[in-house]
């Protein structure tokens, strides 16, 4: 028997995306219902936005690839890519001290505002306020840590406008970024940061094929976004010490993760979720999606 006809024998069966779309639609709509003292007791079904990319080959899996969620967090990785585009550019250089301030201005008014270190996941960016940072060093605190100073000094270093226009280039036209974080006064008035499953997909896509900027800068923010801090989502479902490049998102009643599946059959995975009060119930929720769908890519069963 030929060597390639053994390989192809010898390889797992991958799941039917039909049968793999049951199985997830049941986990999304287990969530809507609740044990209590009183019995079974039912609750909205969260909205999930999903896209399941195989990195090589067909077997694309979408759920409401196109509905639009607040961005949370996600927005940052076309922040990342900017910042990486404009080095390769030669407008500014990695290594690049930054001034780092806690005031910025709202899109809506120019007013002032700050963040507070309370409602931010990382304090460590704070405590160099009067000092500098390196461009590389707020880009891995912004994503590693999800740091929103670092991520708010980087937009303004970058430009939204830019950021804006590399997203276009890239046809990710789901991602749209519009401000930095904590702009109440845009906030109030809806002016917020959304995506949808498929244009965070196809970013994410675009850095694992080494196509968002090229193959080195890609592959250096790909090893960013694998030293990612926070793995109770889509990390959760797949085989421990499983290689994975990814970047949450949360606030509340949002949570997302977008992420690079480096397993038997690579794949990209974004799930979008919206409409479960704690987080952890939102995690475990993407972890279950996360387990069927690495079951159905290396062909096992659980």
């Given at each position: 028997?030929?060597?390639?006809?053994?390989?192809?024998?010898?390889?797992?069966?991958r799941l039917p995306?039909?049968?793999?779309?049951?199985?997830?639609?049941?986990?999304?709509?287990?969530?809507?219902?609740?044990?209590?003292?009183?019995?079974?007791?039912?609750?909205?079904?969260?909205?999930?936005?999903?896209?399941?990319?195989?990195?090589?080959?067909?077997?694309?899996?979408?759920?409401?690839?196109?509905?639009?969620?607040?961005?949370?967090?996600?927005?940052?990785?076309?922040?990342?890519?900017?910042?990486?585009?404009?080095?390769?550019?030669?407008?500014?250089?990695?290594?690049?001290?930054?001034?780092?301030?806690?005031?910025?201005?709202?899109?809506?008014?120019?007013?002032?505002?700050?963040?507070?270190?309370?409602?931010?996941?990382?304090?460590?960016?704070?405590?160099?306020?009067?000092?500098?940072?390196?461009?590389?060093?707020?880009?891995?605190?912004?994503?590693?840590?999800?740091?929103?100073?670092?991520?708010?000094?980087?937009?303004?270093?970058?430009?939204?406008?830019?950021?804006?226009?590399?997203?276009?280039?890239?046809?990710?036209?789901?991602?749209?970024?519009?401000?930095?974080?904590?702009?109440?006064?845009?906030?109030?008035?809806?002016?917020?940061?959304?995506?949808?499953a498929r244009g965070?997909?196809?970013?994410m896509q675009k850095?694992?094929?080494?196509?968002?900027?090229?193959?080195?800068?890609?592959?250096?923010?790909?090893?960013?976004?694998?030293?990612?801090?926070?793995?109770?989502?889509?990390?959760?479902?797949?085989?421990?010490?499983?290689?994975?490049?990814?970047?949450?998102?949360?606030?509340?009643?949002?949570?997302?993760?977008?992420?690079?599946?480096?397993?038997?059959?690579?794949?990209?995975?974004?799930?979008?979720?919206?409409?479960?009060?704690?987080?952890?119930?939102?995690?475990?929720?993407?972890?279950?999606?996360?387990?069927?769908?690495?079951?159905?890519?290396?062909?096992?069963?659980?």
């Amino acid at each position: 028997m030929p060597w390639l006809l053994l390989l192809t024998l010898s390889s797992p069966a991958r799941l039917p995306d039909s049968v793999l779309l049951e199985r997830i639609h049941a986990l999304i709509d287990r969530r809507a219902v609740t044990d209590d003292q009183r019995g079974m007791e039912r609750r909205p079904t969260p909205e999930v936005g999903l896209v399941l990319l195989p990195l090589h080959g067909p077997g694309a899996v979408m759920i409401e690839p196109d509905k639009a969620f607040h961005a949370a967090s996600t927005m940052k990785v076309p922040v990342m890519i900017e910042l990486f585009r404009q080095a390769e550019a030669g407008r500014l250089h990695l290594e690049d001290p930054l001034p780092v301030v806690n005031e910025f201005h709202s899109i809506v008014d120019g007013s002032v505002y700050h963040l507070s270190v309370g409602d931010d996941s990382d304090a460590e960016v704070y405590k160099a306020v009067g000092q500098t940072m390196t461009l590389r060093a707020l880009c891995e605190a912004m994503i590693t840590v999800s740091s929103n100073l670092a991520a708010n000094l980087l937009i303004e270093r970058l430009g939204v406008e830019n950021i804006r226009r590399t997203v276009a280039r890239l046809g990710a036209t789901g991602m749209n970024v519009r401000r930095g974080v904590e702009d109440q006064r845009a906030f109030d008035q809806g002016l917020n940061n959304t995506t949808t499953a498929r244009g965070l997909a196809l970013l994410m896509q675009k850095l694992a094929n080494g196509k968002a900027v090229n193959a080195r800068a890609d592959a250096e923010m790909v090893a960013i976004l694998e030293r990612q801090k926070f793995k109770d989502a889509i990390p959760a479902g797949v085989p421990e010490g499983t290689p994975i490049a990814h970047k949450t998102g949360t606030i509340t009643k949002i949570h997302h993760d977008a992420a690079i599946v480096y397993g038997p059959r690579p794949y990209v995975l974004v799930v979008l979720v919206r409409g479960l009060q704690e987080q952890k119930e939102s995690a475990a929720l993407i972890a279950a999606i996360s387990r069927e769908i690495w079951s159905s890519q290396a062909g096992t069963t659980h």
